[in-house]
């Protein structure tokens, strides 16, 4: 079936700019989550939603960095006026048992480069 | 100390060869644990979960011992395609789905 889809793969940015990166969740799955990997580094939590919960936002580095999820499916990452610091690549993951194994499925991921 | 830590390798294997990785976790809450593994430039992967009595798929193995909070991964017999980086995860124990990844053991297998 589908995997997480993850849409742009590729962006290039002003310092300064706002973006917009896209998550489409396996079909059925009810936890999305974001995550950030810097050029060498470990995953870095963003933020999680689960169903109709209030979203754990607790690893979001900043108020630039905000998320929603619409109808509990697609959900997009907003970065205002980009920073240099947030070059990195994105990653989208969707769990279908987030309170039991919890297994997630990551999407591509966007590269996201500030300029 | 780092919620879970990995030796980061990297570790050079000759085509094979059998290889073990290490991982510990500090969160003694925490109830399920996997390990992915990341291509250069691509996203984790799951590999296998890991359960309480110890897990086989094919040349992998996993065992998870909860009285040390350490976790281990041994690769049979390894092939240049098993070369990537192996990340072990953990989830938050009492914080429901989110998940802890450490920072990775690379592994190079050569011919």
């Known amino acids: 079936g589908a995997g997480v889809s993850q849409s742009p793969s590729n962006k290039v940015t002003e310092k300064g700019k706002d973006v917009e990166l896209r998550c489409d969740p396996i079909?059925?799955?009810?936890?999305l989550y974001w995550y950030r990997q810097s050029l060498g580094q470990g995953l870095e939590f963003l933020i999680y939603?689960?169903?109709?919960?209030?979203?754990?936002k607790s690893g979001l580095p900043s108020d630039r960095f905000s998320a929603e999820r619409t109808g509990g499916s697609v959900s997009t990452l907003t970065i205002q006026r980009t920073q240099q610091e947030d070059s990195a690549v994105y990653l989208c993951?969707?769990?279908?048992?987030?309170?039991?194994?919890?297994?997630?499925?990551f999407g591509p991921g966007t590269r996201l480069t500030v300029t | 100390r780092k919620e879970v830590e990995q030796d980061p390798g990297p570790f050079n294997v000759p085509e094979g060869a059998t290889v073990a990785f290490n991982c510990t976790y500090s969160n003694s809450a925490s109830q399920s644990f996997f390990w992915y593994r990341q291509d250069c430039r691509k996203e984790p992967k799951l590999l296998m979960s890991?359960?309480?009595s110890g897990n086989e798929d094919g040349r992998f193995t996993a065992q998870l011992n909860r009285a040390s909070q350490y976790i281990s991964l041994l690769i049979r017999d390894s092939k240049l395609s098993d070369s990537a980086t192996y990340l072990c995860v953990v989830n938050k124990g009492n914080q429901g789905g989110k998940l802890i990844f450490g920072q990775g053991t690379e592994l190079s297998v050569k011919p």
């Open positions: 939603f689960q169903g109709n919960s209030a979203p754990d």
């Open positions: 993951a969707s769990s279908l048992d987030p309170g039991g194994r919890n297994e997630q499925y």
């Open positions: 890991v359960y309480s």
């Open positions: 079909s059925g799955h009810t936890a």
